[in-house]
């Protein structure tokens, strides 16, 4: 069970740092497009969403790598600690909680991205450096659709680990 929540902090830390490249990779892909566009250009309106989102991605999946890794130290120093069953029960509940509570925010946020791109880009008939922000808003909701969902499936199927896990340990809890 301890190696199996080891893998479960590594695989997190993993998807935390693809998020921080991705975010990367959209604030250098912004800053290609502004070198390269005209002002008040479709590319433009992109460069600048993605320099944005791009940078706010990075950073905030850059901190939950970190956050990842802190927690994973923690949790190798409890293991000595406990014992399998303990840990196997304590891990059930807290991953049973990060399912129900951990994605509202992030697809909440990636959702309005998308609407609000939506939005914008139907009202920016004249306008196309603001049609290219509202694409970027998009194409940025839609990665971090992605990213969550890879990660919820990947989270869903631990707990199924998880759960195997306490079943074969049985209903006793030191």
């Known amino acids: 069970m301890h190696e199996m929540v080891l893998q479960y902090y590594d695989a997190e830390r993993a998807s935390g740092l693809i998020g921080m490249e991705v975010g990367l990779g959209l604030a250098v892909l912004g800053l290609v497009f502004w070198s390269q ?3 008040a250009t479709l590319g ?3 460069a600048y969403g993605f320099v944005v989102f791009g940078v706010l991605l990075a950073l905030v999946s850059g901190r939950y790598a970190w956050i990842v890794e802190r927690r994973a130290r923690d949790e190798s120093v409890m293991f000595a600690e406990q014992s399998e ?3 196997a029960w304590r891990e ?3 991953v049973e909680k990060v399912l129900r509570t951990s994605y509202t925010v992030p697809l909440a946020a990636f959702t ?3 609407a609000v791109g939506v939005v914008v880009a139907l009202l ?3 306008a196309p ?3 290219g922000v509202a694409l970027a808003f998009m194409i940025v909701g839609v ?3 992605t990213l969550e969902a890879r990660s919820l499936e990947r989270n869903q199927a631990y707990l199924g680990r998880v759960r195997a896990s306490v079943a074969s340990l049985g209903t006793a809890f030191d």
Do not use: F, P, W, Y
């Open 44 to 46: 433009r309106g992109m």
């Open 112 to 114: 309005a991205l998308i």
């Open 37 to 39: 566009c005209d002002s």
């Open 92 to 94: 059930l509940a807290r």
């Open 129 to 131: 450096a603001r049609k």
């Open 124 to 126: 920016s008939n004249q």
């Open 143 to 145: 990665l971090g659709h």
């Open 85 to 87: 069953a303990a840990v």
